[in-house]
């Protein structure tokens, strides 16, 4: 599968920004799916993850109540609504994939997106 990230910009603190990925190849469905970010000098991290059908989500505890993922299998698209931002979310947004259950580690995925970049000034 190959996956396509956008929707990153520049945006003020408390502000809301919407990313996607979109997928092509394969069926979306098959793939359980997840956002990850890197901020410069740092690792990469787990931010959410949802589920092959979307009906269960998992979210790092830095973003939970202000980051809401999800997915319509329809359009092969998945989604990260970011709200309430924060200087410290800013970092490139990645979309990945994997057969397997929703986890927290990104060399369990598989296929990757090429990175969004998130940028919240203070």
């Known amino acids: 599968v190959q996956l396509q990230a956008s929707g990153g910009g520049l945006v003020q603190a408390g502000g809301s920004l919407s990313l996607s990925c979109e997928a092509s190849?394969?069926?979306?469905?098959?793939?359980?799916m997840a956002w990850f970010r890197q901020a410069p000098g740092k690792e990469r991290e787990f931010v959410a993850g949802v589920s092959k059908s979307g009906g269960s989500t998992n979210y790092a505890g830095s973003v939970r109540g202000r980051f809401t993922i999800s997915r319509d299998n329809a359009k092969n698209t998945m989604y990260l609504q970011m709200n309430s931002l924060k200087p410290e979310d800013t970092a490139v947004y990645y979309c990945?994939?994997?057969?397997?259950?929703?986890?927290?580690?990104?060399?369990?995925?598989?296929?990757w997106g090429q990175g969004t970049l998130v940028t919240v000034s203070s």
């Open positions: 190849g394969r069926t979306f469905s098959a793939y359980t």
């Open positions: 990945a994939g994997r057969f397997q259950g929703i986890v927290v580690g990104a060399p369990a995925y598989a296929y």
